[in-house]
């Protein structure tokens, strides 16, 4: 099963590796970008410190490292990186890494839902130990709340239609696999908005796995703790693949990057902001034009990068 790192080179160029240093790859998924920090260490001083939540890329991610002795694996959400960090024993890093996407292995793989392009059951996990799948919020949640899920993550146009369609079959039949839901979201879309290239269903997936995974929440923690665990001159890397998530990114790198916060016209700064981070990327990095010939997953993908202070 091939795997391809997005904007793998552009982000170990923003990172800006110390041989020496100790890193964090907050999302170890398959691999990739892991490798291509630990390729940057001296094996003898620098660590790399990998996170992920799913259990299956943990096993991965065990196996492909097991002879690397500065390579630590952790079972834990990237929220929980302070956590992490306190029980190793170490107060700050040299820089962190989150790759926000899928991996492949994820998508590829039918029993976890969260493709619509393999039949499996719907799921959608990323902590199998999770109680709520997307099984469950179909056919159980209300037809107000279903809307709401498709609007609020992923700005869904016709979450209306799609949230009531949805009542409509289970009330025939359970909606139990992830090809019924694509199936019914199809349906709910007005053939001539059904974009070439982009199945009618993508929103309505992301939404949910959004939603059970609470992804957005996790990426404000970790946004709010990244520089408290990054040591002044280490950098924060974000790769993010929808407007919800770069939008998060953006405005706390833009926050912290601000030295006064004071309404406009005040003669005098009383509001005490000191300045934590300093913007690397002035607009963010997306993909060229031959990765995304390469990689179609890539298409969205946007790298932000902050310098922490202090």
Same mark, same amino acid.
């Given at each position: ?14 990172l ?11 999302? +170890? ?16 001083? +620098? ?17 492909m490292?097991?002879?690397? *002795?500065?390579?630590? &694996? ?20 040299? +820089? ?14 039918a029993?976890?839902?969260?493709s ?23 056919n ?25 369609? &949805? ?18 979201? *199809?349906?709910?879309?007005?053939r ?28 404000q ?12 001159g +280490? ?15 953006k ?7 601000k030295?006064c916060i ?22 963010? &990095? ?25």
């Open positions: 099963m091939a795997h391809y790192p997005v904007l793998l080179n552009e982000s170990i160029k923003l800006q590796i110390a041989p020496d240093g100790v890193y964090v790859d907050c999302t +170890g998924g398959g691999g990739g970008h892991s490798s291509a920090i630990l390729k940057h260490l001296d094996p003898n001083k +620098g660590r790399l410190i990998i996170l992920d939540q799913d259990t299956h890329a943990i096993e991965r991610l065990n196996t490292f097991a002879d690397n *002795r500065n390579v630590d &694996i952790v079972h834990s959400p990237f929220q929980h990186i302070d956590t992490v960090l306190l029980t190793m024993g170490i107060d700050r890093v040299d +820089g962190i890494f989150a790759d926000l996407g899928m991996s492949t292995f994820q998508l590829q793989d029993s976890r839902g969260f619509f392009q393999n039949d499996g059951p719907l799921d959608m996990r990323m902590n199998l130990h999770s109680e709520t799948s997307a099984a469950h919020i179909v159980q949640f209300s037809e107000n709340n279903l809307r709401e899920i498709l609007h609020n993550y992923s700005e869904e146009r016709f979450a209306n239609s799609i949230a009531r369609n &949805i009542v409509k079959q289970r009330l025939i039949k359970q909606i139990t696999t992830t090809r019924q839901l694509a199936d019914i979201v *199809r349906n709910s879309i007005p001539k908005f059904h974009k070439p290239g982009i199945h009618p269903a993508t929103k309505t997936f992301q939404a949910l796995r959004i939603f059970i995974n609470k992804e957005l929440d996790a990426l923690s970790l946004m709010h703790k990244s520089s408290t665990v990054v040591a002044p +280490g950098v924060i890397a974000i790769i993010s693949f929808h407007s919800l998530e770069d939008r998060i990114v405005e706390t790198f833009a926050y912290a990057s030295e004071c309404p406009v016209g005040l003669p005098l700064c009383s509001c005490d902001k000191e300045k934590t981070l300093e913007i690397i990327t002035k607009k963010p &990095i997306i993909p060229t034009e031959q990765e995304v010939m390469e990689n179609k997953a890539s298409r969205s993908a946007k790298l932000r990068g902050a310098r922490v202070l202090v």
